[in-house]
Structure formats: C-alpha cells, structure tokens
C-alpha cells in the first residue's frame, strides 16, 4: 500500500461553448453604416451635384446624384413629402425587423445572417440620409456597353449584396428532415 493516497477526481465535460456571433454581425451593419456616411460625405464636399469624376472612362465614374426616391431612382416622380415619409418609415421597420432576426439568428455564423447584417446597415445608411437630407446621395455609376445602371451607394450595394445572401442561405439551408414515425412499443 502506498504511503500516499490518490486522490482521484470525478470531471465532467462540459460542452464547448460555442462563440456568439451577433456582436461581430452588428459590427459589419456598423461598419456599412461608417463607410456608406464617410463616402457620402467625401463625394458631397468633392464632386458637385451632377458632376463626376471618370475612374474607368466608358464604364466607371464616381458622381454625385441626389435621389428622392428609392432604390435605383424608384418614385423619383413621386410627390417628395409623402414617399420620403414613406421610404423612411419602411426603412426604419426594416431596421427593426432585420435587428430582431439577427438576434434570432447570428449566435452561429450563416450566411443569412451576414446577409442580415448587411441589409441592416445598408437600410440604416439610406434612412440616415432620408432624415438628415430628405434624400439620398447616389455616386456610384456604371455603364456597360450602351447599358447605364442608375446611380447608386454603398447601402444600396450593401442591401443587394445581403439580399442574394438571403436568397442563397434560403436556397442551399438543409431543411431538417422530419422525424421518422416512432415504433410502436408492443408492450
């Protein structure tokens, strides 16, 4: 017998924890938000309004175009007071809907929820404008071929570019696969 007793110690495994994502996923729509504010403000004080600047002659230039209407120059004929209310107020319920799915959802990281994070900061950066402005700044603008894309932002790319994820994390997401129906039990 050993002078010495052993001690023997009962652990338990606890699961790993896993990693919380949704503070990462509301710094990427913070993130948007910086970013969309700091180039809107850079090409309000650098481009004048309907000018721009060539970076691609022919297919990329940066401009600066002020749209009172939605996405892609949507209801720009439209009555200003009452679709800019409008577009402000869907986009603050967006905020709010996405902002609830993304705690819902971000703990683990998918690609809906990124998607998620994006469309939030997008949503926000345009209210922001509708807000302060009463319309939104568009300087981005694409041609190609004989084809011009209307002038956009990076909201506005934040919010396609969260939409197809969407669309891809609805399309490839396993769907759990029902339960088989349990054995009866003879007894």
Do not use: C
């Not at 990329?60 to 120059?73: Q, T």
């Not at 209801?75 to 007071?81: E, Q, V």
């Not at 683990?108 to 939030?120: D, E, I, P, S, Y």
Request: hydrophobic content about 50%.
């Amino acid at each position: 017998m050993s002078a010495f007793p052993i001690r023997y110690e009962r652990r338990t495994r606890r699961p790993p924890r896993q990693r919380d994502w949704r503070i990462l996923f509301f710094l990427v729509a913070l993130l948007v938000i910086a970013l969309d504010r700091i180039t809107k403000l850079w090409v309000q004080k650098h481009i004048y309004e309907g000018g721009g600047i060539s970076v691609i002659p022919g297919v990329f230039r940066l401009s600066h175009v002020l749209n009172e209407g939605a996405a892609f120059s949507l209801f720009n004929d439209a009555p200003a007071d009452p679709t800019r209310w409008a577009l402000t107020a869907f986009s603050i319920v967006a905020a709010t809907i996405v902002t609830v799915l993304l705690l819902r959802a971000g703990r683990r990281f998918t690609w809906t929820a990124l998607g998620l994070a994006l469309v939030l900061g997008g949503a926000i950066g345009n209210a922001w404008d509708r807000l302060q402005y009463k319309m939104v700044t568009d300087f981005l603008e694409v041609t190609i071929v004989r084809y011009h894309w209307p002038d956009f932002n990076i909201a506005d790319s934040a919010i396609v570019v969260g939409g197809i994820l969407l669309f891809l994390g609805a399309l490839f997401t396993k769907q759990a696969a029902p339960d088989s129906p349990a054995q009866s039990d003879p007894s």
